[in-house]
């Protein structure tokens, strides 16, 4: 790597193969990538390697949620004939915990850039020129330029986070102390998350979601049974209701709603998105076409100006809404130092893409929703059916509720092809992978139906599914 000084500038200008602005998901996948590829690499982050992700989202919150299927296991254990109590919640405890894991996986990542000899440049970076990246008093160019600076956590119009009574996830996930309740803002997974983990901690819950549905992205039919779930655990749900504001208590927070209606609690979360961190970087005076606050790429995750390209919650395809999910982001950067580097690579289908909200129970789809194959390919073309999951042995086990419901093409009463896998039960999520194989790889229900699921597991369900849907049903009810 060159580095040259200009006499008597205090400036550092240093060259290299690529420069990433962002080492979260994306950026620090196309860091490793490329670096394997044999580019050389400078890697610029404000804070931590692995981002939101792994600091103040993904790790920490599902660490959150074990903890509470801990608990609820606990407080659960007689109708399995083991004699437990739940004592409490250490929130001490509990944090500690999840800050081991945060700090395992970062020590780890860390380890693996540098490995790799990856430079981790310290610092708040701006871009100053088309492919070039200031931090400081340093100035690094590269051949290309990767932007991914991610995303915040959004909030409403007029309604101000105060970090105490008024919170995002980033604060809810510091809480020293299990609310005795709280209103959620939102019924998407974040909001559904964080429900859930409190439910668990014995917080009174409710969420106010604006759509008709909690998990509102997901196939209606989905949402319905998480909704189901949600009231046999005493979650509190308001839909079709738009917040109105929200004021300071003795004891908490009032939340005035649309209508009239009022929630008081200890707390409000506000869990109604994130928007895209692009302000104030440079971007948009150097060319870079921002819509929304998003940078907007092509399929290739090229942006409008040459040899610089963006991934992850930071970016929109050709303006369409993209998906901020953290798998996502380090697909692209793979993708992205592989286009560099001169490979063939195939744009992703994001259709195709895993998603996964983990709360009790999970909710985990790939695909489409009957929804938008009805909408794509008529209603009259497609065929779907529903497994239920309490004809599944280890779901009996587990004594969880949920099912499997496939979408898939038909033509003159001919199944096609299955393009959705939509998922509610617990620890569902491990079987979606099994699902995006079947999309991505075009799957025929006859085909996925010959394969040999292993006794007794959930993905048992997966085949169950399929076989129903090739007209050969066995653990199936009429």
């Known amino acids: 790597m060159d580095l040259r000084s200009n006499e008597g500038a205090s400036v550092a200008e240093k060259q290299s193969d690529l420069v990433i602005l962002g080492g979260g ?43 509470g299927e801990v608990a609820d296991s606990a407080r659960e254990s007689a109708q399995f004939g083991v004699n437990a109590t739940l004592e409490g919640i250490d929130m001490g405890g509990v944090n500690k915990y999840k800050d081991g894991v945060i700090t395992k996986n970062w020590k780890g990542l860390t380890g693996l850039i540098k490995a790799r000899g990856i430079e981790i440049v310290e610092g708040e970076g701006k871009l100053v020129g088309p492919k070039t990246v200031q931090v400081g008093d340093d100035t690094f160019t590269g051949t290309n330029v990767v932007l991914a600076t991610g995303s915040y956590s959004r909030t409403l119009p007029g309604l101000e986070l105060d970090g105490t009574r008024v919170i995002a996830s980033e604060q809810a996930l510091q809480l020293d102390h299990v609310p005795e309740s709280a209103v959620v803002l939102g019924g998407g997974v974040i909001g559904c998350e964080f429900a859930s983990a409190w439910t668990s901690f014995g917080t009174k819950v409710t969420i106010v979601e604006a759509l008709p549905h909690l998990v509102p992205l997901e196939d209606e039919a989905n949402s319905k049974l998480l909704e189901r779930a949600f009231r046999r655990r005493k979650i509190d749900f308001k839909l079709g209701t738009k917040f109105a504001s929200v004021e300071d208590t003795d004891h908490g927070v009032k939340v005035h ?23 104030g970087l440079g971007y948009e005076e150097q060319g870079v076409t921002i819509e929304r606050g998003f940078v907007v790429t092509d399929e ?8 610089v390209y963006a991934v992850g919650d930071l970016i929109s395809i050709n303006g369409d809404p993209h998906l901020q999910l953290a798998h996502v982001g380090f697909a692209e950067g793979i993708q992205v130092a592989e286009h560099i580097a001169g490979l063939p690579v195939v744009p992703i289908d994001y259709a195709g893409v895993p998603r996964i909200t983990y709360c009790q129970p999970e909710v985990a789809s790939v695909g489409l929703s009957e929804a938008d194959a009805a909408e794509r390919f008529g209603a009259d073309n497609i065929k779907t059916v529903t497994y239920d999951l309490s004809g599944n042995g280890k779901s009996a086990i587990l004594n969880t509720k949920g099912a499997v419901k496939l979408v898939a093409m038909q033509k003159d009463g001919v199944v096609g092809t299955v393009v959705g896998v939509h998922i509610v039960g617990d620890r569902v999520g491990e079987l979606i992978a099994e699902a995006q194989l079947i999309y991505n790889w075009e799957a025929l229900p006859s085909e996925v139906a010959q394969l040999i699921h292993p006794h007794p597991t959930q993905s048992e369900a997966i085949g169950e599914a399929h076989l129903l849907l090739a007209g050969k049903p066995l653990h199936v009810h009429d």
């Open 25 to 67: 998901s994306g950026g620090y996948a196309a860091a490793l990538r490329a670096a394997e590829l044999g580019k050389s690499v400078v890697l610029i982050e404000k804070d931590k390697v692995g981002g939101t992700c792994l600091h103040r989202g993904c790790i920490p919150t599902k660490a959150l949620l074990h903890a």
């Open 300 to 307: 290739y995750l090229r942006t409008s100006v040459d040899g």
């Open 257 to 279: 709603l649309e209508g009239g209606d009022t929630i008081e609690a200890e707390l409000l979360l506000v869990a109604v998105g994130r928007g895209p961190v692009s302000q």
